[in-house]
């Protein structure tokens, strides 16, 4: 059992910056896959970014690929968003999620596959 909790979003101008940061707490990170996803209203959950276990390999949407960066800390316990150049578009609630079962690359964009969700914060880009 593992709780996640987000944190870090807020109210930019189109072209700034967010670093969104997940907590976790009751069990250490090291053991788990981290993904983070998006969903604005009306619209379905989407992924954004995978990070594995120590970090060695990471995973981006086409639509946030050279703009956003996925890291972790796991001495901290804790994974990072970096949101730079944002878009009006990139407007949603930001979800962390992890997954002990993350066997295949493909996995890690599949939500499916995560067993624990943060409770989401959000990231409103203005234009």
């Known amino acids: 059992q593992v709780q996640l909790v987000e944190s870090g979003g807020g109210l930019v101008q189109a072209g700034g910056s967010l670093r969104l940061s997940c907590a976790a707490s009751g069990r250490s990170l090291s053991s788990y896959g981290m993904g983070w996803f998006r969903q604005a209203p009306g619209k379905e959950r989407e992924f954004v970014a995978g990070i594995t276990r120590i970090g060695v390999t990471t995973y981006y949407a086409n639509s946030v690929k050279a703009r956003f960066t996925i890291s972790r800390d796991n001495a901290k316990n804790t994974v990072y968003l970096q949101l730079n150049s944002l878009k009006p578009e990139d407007t949603a609630v930001y979800y962390c999620?992890?997954?002990?079962?993350?066997?295949?690359?493909?996995?890690?964009?599949?939500?499916?596959?995560?067993?624990?969700w943060g409770q989401g914060t959000q990231v409103t880009v203005s234009s």
């Open positions: 999620a992890a997954s002990s079962t993350l066997y295949y690359s493909a996995y890690y964009s599949q939500s499916r596959r995560y067993d624990y």
